[in-house]
C-alpha cells in the first residue's frame, strides 16, 4: 500500500496559495503558439483568430472554506460561484460568455436543493448574458463543492494584464470595499448568537447593503462598457476578491513598481463605517484585508484622469511609484504605513467557514 | 437561518447523474452566437474563426468517489485526471491544447503530496503536448478534490457529435475493454485483505496490465491521428469512460437509432479473461457495465469498412439499427440480449470508493 514518506513535510499552511501555486508550476512548460499567457493573472489568455483571444478563468467554492450553508442561501450561492469568475475575465478587460459548472454534492444534498444552486446560476447566465455550456455533477463523500469555468473574449489589443502597470500612473478601483466582509462579520455573529440559543432570532435588519455585498456580489460588467465608452484603456488591472492590499501586492510585484495609496481617498460605504465601529474594527482594514468585494483594481495613465473624474463608479486612491519606494498606506495624519501581501490564505483560515 | 424544506425531497441516488444534468440545465438560454454545443456531448463546441471551434470538457475526480489513496499514487491520480479530459476532447476528434487544474486538498496533504499530484499533471502535459494555463488551489475540510478543464480545437468540419449516427453504419471500438474495471478489483480485493490483516503484503504480481489501465490510463490521441491519416470522419463517438453499455445507450439515444454488437467481437484482453474467471465475472459483464477504459467508441459508413479492417486499434463490434429495434448484444449461442443504460452512477456507487 502507498504511504507518504514522513522524511520530509511542509505543511500547505505554512507556504500560502500564491506561493504554492508558483513553486507546483514553474516547470511546465508550453508547447502551443495559441497559448499567450498561462497561470498569473486573472484569467489565462489564448490566440482565437488573428485579432481576438479567449479568456479562461476557473474558481471553486467548498462549504466549510468558502460558504457556510447555515446562513447562505443555496440559489445566492450559485449566483456567487459564477460572479466570481466573471469578475476574473472583466478583470482582463473581456467580455465573459460561456461558463461550466462541476458540482460534487453529498447524499445530504437532495435534487432540490440542487435546482435551488441551479436558479441562482440560471439568473447569472440570464443577467450576465452568460451561456453554460457543460460541466460534472458528482457526488462526495462530505460537502458541496462548486467549481466554475468562466470562458470570454477580447480584441487582442484590449486585454489588460496585471504585469503593465508603470511609475507615476493613477491607481482606480471600482465601487466600494469592505462591505462584503463586514456582512461576513455579522452573519457570523449572529450565528454563534443563534448557535448558543436557538429561540434567538438572528438580528440582521438594517443590514441589507452589506449581506448583499457578502451574499449576492455583483462582477463589475458595466465597468469594462463604461471604460470603452470613457475611451479609458487601464494599463493594469486586477479583480479584488482577495482584499485591496493583497491585490496591490499583485499589481506592484507583476509590473515591478511601488504603490502609494491614500487612506482619506478609500471609497467606504457609510454601513461599512458605522458596523466597523460596532465592531470595534477599523473600516480600513475591512478594505485593505477584507475581501470578496469583486470590485476592479486598475491604473490608467495620468493623462486620462479627466476622462474618469466625476464618475460616480470609480475612485482615484492613490499612484505606482518606483519599486523601491515599497507598498505604502498614506494614513489621514499624513504617515505612511508599509503594506504587507496579506489577502486571505485558504490553508491558513476559511474566508467564510 | 436557512432550512430547507421538508416538504418535498428527492434523494440523488433516485434520479441518476444524465437525467439530473438534463433537468437541472433544461430552461438554460443561449445568449451567444458563438454558442454552437453545450450540454450533452463529450465536450461543448464554441465558434473560434470561420472554420475553427473551441471545445470545452471539464471532469472532476474526487476521494472517496473516483479515487481511493490507500491504492492510488499520487502521481499517477494527477495524470489520470488529465487524461480523462483529454479523452473528452479527443472523443469530440480534436486536438486538445490547454488545461486548467484545481484542486482542494485538506490540511492532511503535505505540499509533498501536491508536487507528486503535480507531476502526473506534468507528465499528462508534456507526452499530450497540452499546456497547464491556469486553475485554483484550495483548502478543503476533508479529503482530495481535482477538477480539471480540457481546452481543445479542431476544424469546424471535423467536429463528431454523438447525435448524428445513423441506421447500418458500423460500431467500431478502439483497443480492448474491461480492463481498468478487473484493476480495480484486483485493487479492492487486495486493500481487504490488507484491512483483515496488515502483515499480509498485497498480491499484485502478474496483473500489471490490468491495474496500469486503472490507474493509469491512456487517452486515444494517437487514434484521431489514425483516423486522419486513414481519411476516415466517424459519423458519430463518444469516449468509454462509463462502459460500453451506457456509451452505446447515449449514441442510439442522442442519434436515435437502436443497436446490435457482438459478443463474440467484443476486443477483451486475456488478462481480462483469465482474472474475471477468477473473480466470477464475465468478462462480458467487465466490458459493457466496467468503465474508466477511457477508449474512443464510434460509427462509421460501410463503405469506410475498408480503411479499417485489420489496423490493430480499432475493431468493428456490431452496427446501427432503426430505433424501434432496440439496443441488443448478440451473445455466442445467437440469443439477443437486450441492454439497458447502465454506466456508473455515481450517486449509488463509488466508482473506485
Not at 505543511?11 to 513553486?23: A, H, P, R, V, Y
Not at 467554492?61 to 469578475?87: C, R
Not at 507583476?254 to 491614500?262: F, K, L, M, R
Request: hydrophobic share 40%; aromatic share 8%.
Amino acid at each position: 500500500m502507498i504511504i507518504m514518506s514522513d522524511e520530509k513535510k511542509t505543511s500547505l499552511e505554512s507556504i500560502g496559495e500564491f506561493k504554492l501555486i508558483d513553486e507546483l508550476t514553474k516547470d511546465f512548460k508550453t508547447h502551443h503558439s495559441s497559448t499567450i499567457y498561462g497561470v498569473g493573472d486573472d484569467a489565462a489568455v489564448i490566440q482565437r483568430d488573428e485579432n481576438t483571444v479567449s479568456l479562461v478563468a476557473t474558481d471553486a467554492l467548498l462549504e466549510g472554506i468558502h460558504f457556510n450553508l447555515m446562513y447562505t442561501p443555496l440559489m445566492h450561492l450559485g449566483y456567487k460561484a459564477v460572479m466570481v469568475n466573471l469578475s476574473d475575465i472583466y478583470a482582463m478587460n473581456g467580455t465573459a460568455e460561456q461558463i461550466t459548472v462541476t458540482i460534487a454534492a453529498s447524499s445530504r444534498f437532495p435534487k432540490e436543493a440542487l435546482e435551488e444552486l441551479y436558479k441562482g446560476i440560471k439568473k447569472a447566465c440570464d443577467i450576465y448574458e452568460v451561456d453554460l455550456i457543460g460541466g460534472d455533477t458528482t457526488s462526495s463523500v462530505s460537502g458541496l463543492m462548486i467549481s466554475v469555468t468562466a470562458i470570454g473574449t477580447a480584441k487582442k489589443e484590449d486585454v489588460v494584464y496585471r504585469n503593465t502597470a508603470k511609475e507615476n500612473e493613477l491607481i482606480v478601483v471600482t465601487g466600494d470595499l469592505g462591505a462584503a466582509y463586514m456582512g461576513l462579520q455579522i452573519l457570523e455573529r449572529e450565528k454563534s448568537v443563534y448557535k448558543a440559543n436557538p429561540n434567538i432570532q438572528p438580528d440582521l435588519d438594517g443590514y441589507d447593503y452589506l449581506l448583499e455585498r457578502q451574499l449576492k456580489p455583483e462582477a463589475r460588467k458595466d465597468v469594462v462598457k463604461f471604460l470603452k465608452e470613457l475611451d479609458v484603456k487601464p494599463t493594469s488591472m486586477i479583480d479584488v476578491s482577495d482584499g485591496l492590499a493583497s491585490e496591490l501586492f499583485h499589481l506592484c510585484k507583476q509590473s515591478n513598481v511601488g504603490a502609494q495609496i491614500y487612506d482619506e481617498k478609500l471609497p467606504i460605504d457609510t454601513a461599512v463605517s458605522t458596523t466597523a465601529i460596532d465592531f470595534e474594527i477599523s473600516p480600513t482594514t475591512c478594505v485593505l484585508n477584507g475581501g470578496e468585494d469583486y470590485e476592479l483594481l486598475f491604473s490608467i495613465k495620468q493623462e486620462d484622469f479627466d476622462k474618469i473624474k466625476g464618475n460616480p463608479h470609480m475612485t482615484v486612491i492613490g499612484h505606482f511609484t518606483a519599486k523601491d519606494s515599497g507598498l505604502y498606506l498614506i494614513d489621514k495624519q499624513g504617515a505612511a504605513i508599509e503594506l504587507k501581501a496579506q489577502g486571505w490564505n485558504h490553508f491558513n483560515e476559511g474566508k467564510n467557514a
